[in-house]
């Protein structure tokens, strides 16, 4: 809420995207409706790189993934895996964004784009990556990544892919198991610390 009063003075550009005075990177917000959201700063170039950057983040729902995966940590705030997962996925979305971008435009804009990401990093983190922010944490690693970029070769894509089905269907198949003779037991203890077995 104290975010969102930053954006009372902000000015419709076109479309869903807003000009603000009072952010110093660019964002998508709201999960309806989603809104982009641009500091007035930026000049004609630099906006050129960063909404495809924030277009595709909406094409690709991850605004929705976001609040999934907060959904998520709610559940099992416990599991430090999972913690880890939500902060990787967030950093591959902000990479792969970055991808799209420089397949769209061409390699020789990595430089440029580069130095948007330099321009608009931000010091801190918003609650852990919402709103979606262009320039949000690990900017020296998404800087690597667009400069070392390069198009996968469809061979590439093709095998990953053939790989990727592959072990979602041995995931989803139901193989049937040997019968033993019996289903199972369960062990407990007793307050005498005897042992008993109990078929189920």
Not at 111 to 123: C, I, P
Not at 151 to 180: C, G, H
Request: charged share 20%; aromatic share 12%; hydrophobic share 45%.
């Amino acid at each position: 809420m104290k975010f969102k009063k930053c954006l009372v003075d902000s000015v419709l550009n076109k479309d869903n995207i807003y000009i603000s005075n009072n952010i110093n990177t660019a964002f998508v917000m709201r999960t309806i409706k989603p809104k982009i959201y641009l500091p007035s700063n930026l000049n004609d170039e630099e906006r050129e790189y960063i909404l495809p950057h924030e277009q595709t983040h909406i094409k690709r729902f991850d605004h929705f993934i976001k609040i999934i995966g907060f959904v998520a940590l709610c559940l099992h705030w416990f599991n430090p895996l999972v913690w880890l997962a939500f902060f990787v996925s967030g950093k591959d979305m902000e990479m792969s964004c970055d991808e799209i971008v420089i397949k769209k435009l061409g390699n020789n804009v990595k430089k440029d784009y580069s130095s948007s990401l330099l321009t608009l990093a931000t010091d801190r983190r918003m609650v852990g990556g919402t709103p979606l922010a262009f320039g949000e944490g690990d900017t020296k690693n998404r800087i690597k990544n667009v400069l070392n970029y390069k198009k996968p070769a469809f061979w590439t894509v093709l095998i990953s892919l053939i790989i990727v089905l592959f072990i979602i269907i041995r995931l989803m198949a139901n193989p049937k198991r040997q019968q033993t003779g019996y289903d199972g037991f369960v062990i407990f203890f007793n307050s005498s610390f005897k042992v008993f077995y109990i078929n189920i």
